[in-house]
């Protein structure tokens, strides 16, 4: 459930996350938006193939790298903006 009161939020976008349509607030970090909509498991790990999500939400721990726009970057790192392709890193690069 996201919070309402008294937060000041960027405009409602669409963005998509292995192909399926997400919307988040412009602003917010990919990885907050996909948490919200309910997405917690952004790829597998290249060992155990286990599920990975977020972690440590500051870009230092690597785990929600995600590739978006043809870049592999930390999807708490990236700001949501209008119309984004977002993939997990277990797909092959876009």
Known sequence: MRITKGV????PVSFTF?????TGYAGESVAC???ASGMAHLRDSPRSHQPRGMF??????QECLVWVNGRKVPACQ????????VSSISNEAP
């Open 18 to 22: 292995n192909g399926v349509s997400y």
């Open 33 to 35: 938006a996909l948490f």
């Open 8 to 11: 000041a939020r960027g405009e």
């Open 56 to 61: 440590c939400l500051m870009g230092s721990c």
């Open 78 to 85: 990236q700001p949501l903006v209008a119309s984004l392709q």
